[in-house]
């Protein structure tokens, strides 16, 4: 196999034809060089370079093997420069997870000031839901995550971005969907709710719990979501009520009516959370683009 290190050797030698301003060129003595390109012939059993006492002419042979060694090290040369890129942060892929609701309103600015930063870099994004980011994260799966999460214990990292909280949504045509100002969440006890299955968002379904048992009173789960856009599409239809975060509706202009609850229940805390230990410059970099003051 032919090393980098002799393809420069062999490129130095062919473009000069003169192995001593060939050694000048590679800041070397011309023995040393002369006989690394005779080893060279050895290694590929073949005659690369015709010598006299007063020239040196590329065989047939050696006029291709130079095009081979040009590619070498020209590849050799893109491989650092990818390499030192991503070592910078400059370069690379990013697996990022994001729950539902950030990809309407967060996320987007997150997007646009890393892209603008760092184009170079390929970004992979899935939505997801707390608990299986948290899993990914750990898996290896995702390089950072876009998730309501609070505490991460020892092996995840977490930097708040913000608060959020519930507010009920109803159909258009609801009884009290004329009701101006807070409501209390407890004149709903009677409807019928859209839920959100535990298996499929453990922390987020056990916020809903929460917030009804709190209010005194255990809902009707008639219609189960897998999402909160699926939630929100199903209380649209008709179908029931449901709390979601203020977030997933403040841009919903049709379908339903949403009121803030009187009592206010906070959320757990927007965060971009990552893997606790070690570099990983391209998430530094897009924790940092999600901060106010980040790159522009």
Not at 170 to 188: F, I, Q
Request: glycine share 6%; charged share 25%.
């Amino acid at each position: 196999m032919v090393e980098v290190r002799q393809a420069r050797f062999f490129i130095a030698v062919a473009e000069e034809l003169h192995f001593g301003r060939a050694a000048d060129r590679l800041h070397m003595s011309q023995p040393p060089l002369s006989q690394a390109i005779l080893q060279l012939e050895r290694q590929l059993g073949t005659t690369l370079l015709i010598r006299s006492s007063r020239t040196v002419l590329l065989t047939e042979a050696g006029r291709m093997f130079l095009e081979q060694c040009r590619l070498l090290v020209g590849a050799s040369e893109r491989a650092r420069e990818v390499a030192e890129q991503a070592s910078a942060g400059l370069a690379g892929i990013l697996r990022i997870g994001a729950v539902t609701s950030v990809f309407s309103e967060v996320l987007p600015q997150i997007l646009r000031r890393f892209r603008e930063s760092r184009p170079l870099v390929e970004l992979h994004v899935q939505e997801i839901d707390t608990h299986h980011g948290r899993d990914a994260l750990l898996r290896r799966e995702l390089d950072v995550a876009v998730i309501r999460q609070a505490v991460t214990g020892r092996q995840l990292n977490s930097v708040p971005l913000r608060r959020d909280h519930f507010v009920l949504a109803m159909p258009e045509g609801h009884r009290l969907a004329g009701t101006d100002g807070p409501v209390d969440l407890s004149d709903y006890r009677d409807d019928s709710w859209v839920w959100l299955p535990r298996p499929i968002s453990p922390d987020y379904h056990d916020e809903l719990v929460a917030a009804c048992r709190q209010a005194g009173f255990s809902p009707e789960a008639h219609h189960f979501a897998n999402s909160i856009h699926s939630q929100l599409a199903m209380v649209e239809c008709g179908l029931g009520v449901t709390l979601v975060p203020k977030s997933s509706v403040a841009r919903q202009s049709r379908g339903l009516v949403w009121r803030e609850l009187r009592d206010r229940i906070d959320l757990v805390e927007l965060s971009v959370v990552s893997r606790a230990g070690g570099e990983e410059p391209l998430v530094d970099h897009f924790i940092s683009c999600s901060r106010p003051d980040g790159p522009m």
